[in-house]
């Protein structure tokens, strides 16, 4: 009896047995329909089939249907899969159904659905049409017909309509009939069409010696300027892999999906572009799905989840704006898109190009591991003015809803002239440091040189290197004054706080909040482009999104936050959104001004960033961090409880982590942070908590967390409480 091994989307990291009729082989990525639990049905995907099973043969189910005879995965995409289940400690199931669309998740047949026509009959080819001369749309309907057949979804551009022919039905001198769409070939007519810029030195050198390695997997980080031409040089090296009747892939942040970049592609290739955008509806998503996989779609651009796109013969894979942090999911199963796209290229033997103004430390090191190679445009096209930067103190300043008087005074300036302004908020992973607004202090972790991190619920100070504690101080210890502040304030706050000072100006929030619902992100950038806000509020999503003309002053309010936060990342992030704004602000011909707002303007890091550039904070960051034997120079996973009495979290953890120091493959080098108090420790009524495992090996790091997470459920703890994984986490 053949036996199918069958993962399904359910939270258990391991597959299901079923049987299969006699002298029926399945192969691994087909689905199946088989029964589970109390009467219910579920689709299911076969991972391998054999004939053995650990339980006894007569205590299995047989499968119900089976519902492909093809894989629905490609082989690159189904062993990316495989592996990234293995790596991300996530269930098998969660992960395949994850890389499916959604109808195809329901059991929907995964070929293109077939297309209705209209046809004349017999009795409509014979009548008289002079019989029809009361309705001129039926004659006109039925005199069309008479030439060929309509397809329905083309009735739209005639000039009667689906009534007329409904009309006709009637009287018997139409019907519709179904065919299954043919496939075309976009290979057959393809020409290199329009004008095309002339490439400067630097774009022609990164697009030869890309196309040199265009047969084999190559890596490369196009590190250039924004506006330095790295979206030309993807349409160049795109037009040489289509040339070859190769498709390609190109991933953009969720922000990037504008219609400006689309435009630009669509223009340059006569050839089917498929956009993976979030007003797609699941037929339309699985329509694009299977163009790609039939190879009928030559160019497919979208977001982090266009990454596990089937396709028939892929030649390119690009990510713009590499360093972005969109192309992580933070939730269910967090995957790095960047980081899967680079294994997957891999596996197909092919070239990925990871552009960006501001690389990831990440991407950096491995530029520097000789895993990657780098290519630089310095030059920047065309003739913005740079902006002009203003730091202003803070320190003793009188502040209005976290605004200094000099920046408020700016920003009615900038509102006179109608122009748009957009204050910043580094607001994710936040924790604040506690600052004396006097004077600059900063509450430090006297054992380890670590910011302390305010933790208001507890009253109290912690540091999240060594996990001392203390209450928090009246005064300053260096200035006496008794006023000390946490440093920064949400994006929700500074909204509420900006409408009284600015009643005429409309504001508008763009953060991850105000746009997780289905195409809210364009609504909101349409406004803005129209003129609707005059006031937006953003957090780094924004920084790559904003082209808006009319944008004159860029403010980052909370330098100080990004400067002392407990999170080590939140200075790369920092810098990443200060470079991104600062290379935008006053493009089209209007004088551009940036302004940061600290209490410690003589920063070192802030120094470098403003007076020496990206690149030489990065390695001074990425310096840091290897002193700090923090990633990149190490692999974190993070683990994270949360329970609604404060108890059970930090008992799971503790349990938890006396089994990862148990474990046989934990050596000298293991290093266990926690359990701590996650840095948001509480949200939605749950209190949440953390421990970090850090070890220079990622391989070793896996191992030890793959074998203690299978005993995870032993624990007795673990019933009590929501835990998730976080393999190379990014926040936190
Ligand atoms: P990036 O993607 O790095 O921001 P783009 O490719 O969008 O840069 O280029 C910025 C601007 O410069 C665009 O308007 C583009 O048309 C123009 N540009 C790019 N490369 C060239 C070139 N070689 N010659 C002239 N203009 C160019
Ligand atoms: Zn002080
Ligand atoms: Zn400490």
């Known amino acids: ?24 082989s399945v192969k691994a990525g087909c689905r199946v329909r088989v029964p589970f639990g109390k009467q219910q049905e579920r689709v299911g995907v076969v991972v391998a089939s054999g004939d053995k099973s650990e339980l006894p043969l007569s205590d299995l189910k047989p499968v119900i249907e089976v519902l492909d005879d093809e894989p629905v995965y490609t082989p690159a995409v189904w062993r990316m899969l495989l592996w990234a289940a293995e790596y991300y400690h996530h269930p098998i199931g969660d992960v395949l159904f994850h890389a499916l669309p959604i109808l195809l998740r329901q059991g929907k047949p995964a070929s293109a659905a077939p ?9 409509g080819q014979a009548v008289d049409i002079n019989s029809l001369k009361r309705s001129h749309k039926q004659q006109q309907a039925l005199a069309a017909l008479r030439q060929g057949n309509i397809w329905r979804h083309q009735v739209a551009e005639l000039e009667f309509n689906e009534a007329a022919l409904q009309g006709l039905r009637k009287k018997g001198y139409c019907d519709m009939a179904s065919a299954a769409p043919a496939i075309t070939d976009w290979r057959d007519g393809y020409t290199l069409s329009g004008e095309r810029l002339r490439l400067n030195t630097e774009q022609a050198t990164a697009v030869g010696a890309i196309h040199s390695h265009a047969d ?20 160049s090296v795109l037009e040489n892999v289509l040339a070859q009747g190769k498709q390609a892939l190109v991933m953009v942040p969720e922000i990037g999906l504008t219609p400006q970049t689309i435009a630009r592609f669509r223009e340059r290739f006569n050839a089917p572009v498929e956009v993976l955008h979030s007003a797609l509806n699941d037929s339309e998503r699985l329509s694009a799905w299977l163009k790609a996989k039939n190879g009928e779609a030559a160019i497919v651009i979208g977001t982090r989840s266009a990454l596990f796109t089937p396709f028939n013969n892929l030649g390119v894979i690009v990510i713009d704006e590499e360093h972005d942090s969109s192309y992580k999911q933070q939730e269910g199963w967090r995957y790095h898109a960047r980081d899967l796209a680079v294994w997957r290229a891999h596996s197909e033997q092919i070239p990925v190009i990871l552009g960006s103004a501001t690389p990831a430390l990440e991407t950096l090191h491995n530029v520097r591991q000789g895993k990657y190679r780098k290519l ?15 730091v202003l103190d803070l320190k003793g300043q009188q502040l209005q809803a976290g605004l200094s008087p000099a920046l408020i005074h700016r920003m009615r300036q900038h509102l006179q002239a109608d122009n748009q302004v957009i204050l910043f908020l580094n607001r994710r992973g936040f924790a ?7 004077c600059g202090w900063i509450a430090e972790c006297p054992r380890c040189d670590h910011y302390y991190t305010l933790h208001q619920a507890q009253r109290h100070l912690r540091c999240h290197h060594c996990d001392s504690q203390r209450p928090v101080p009246r005064q300053c210890p260096s200035c006496g004054s008794t006023h000390l502040v946490p440093v920064g304030l949400g994006t929700e706050q500074l909204e509420e706080a900006l409408r009284p000072l600015f009643p005429e100006a409309p504001i508008s929030r763009i953060d991850r909040d105000t746009t997780s619902r289905k195409g809210a992100l364009e609504q909101y950038l349409a406004d803005v482009h129209r003129g609707g806000a005059r006031i937006l509020i953003g957090t780094q999503m924004l920084a790559k999104g904003h082209h808006f003309p009319d944008v004159t002053l860029v403010a980052l309010l909370d330098v100080d936050g990004a400067l002392f936060s407990a999170d080590f990342r939140s200075a790369e992030r920092f810098a990443q959104l200060y470079t991104q704004v600062s290379g935008r602000a006053g493009r089209a011909g209007k004088q551009g001004e940036v302004v940061l707002q600290t209490h410690h303007p003589e920063h070192p890091l802030l120094q470098t960033l403003l007076y020496k550039g990206y690149d030489e904070f990065a390695q001074q960051a990425l310096a840091e961090r290897q002193t700090l034997q923090l990633p990149p120079w190490t692999s974190h ?9 404060n108890q059970q979290a930090p008992l799971f953890l503790q349990q938890l982590r006396n089994l990862l ?8 080098k293991l290093w266990l942070l926690g359990p701590v108090p996650a840095l948001a420790p509480k949200r939605g009524g749950r209190w949440r908590w953390q421990i970090v495992l850090q070890h220079p090996s990622r391989l070793r ?24 994984l976080d393999v190379d986490p990014i926040e936190g």
């Not at 297309?115 to 009795?123: I, K, R, S, V």
């Not at 120091?661 to 000298?668: I, R, V």
Request: hydrophobic content about 45%.
């Open 216 to 235: 084999s997997f190559s890596a490369w980080l196009l590190d250039g300027v924004t506006g330095s031409g790295k979206t030309e040089v993807y349409l």
């Open 661 to 668: 120091q148990a474990s046989p493959l934990a050596d000298d």
């Open 1 to 24: 009896m053949p036996v199918a091994h069958v993962a399904l989307p359910v939270p258990l990291a391991r597959t299901f047995d079923y049987l299969l009729p006699e002298g029926v």
């Open 432 to 438: 604040p440091a506690l600052l004396c607004h006097d």
């Open 701 to 724: 790091l896996q191992h030890v967390v793959s074998g203690t997470m299978a005993l995870v459920n032993t624990l007795p703890a673990s019933r009590k409480v929501k835990w998730v």
């Open 376 to 390: 630089k445009l310095s030059k920047r096209a065309g003739n913005a003015r740079p902006a002009v930067q203003h």
């Open 115 to 123: 297309l209705w026509y209209w046809f004349a009959t017999e009795q």
């Open 637 to 645: 996973v993070l683990i994270r409880a949360e329970d609604h009495d």
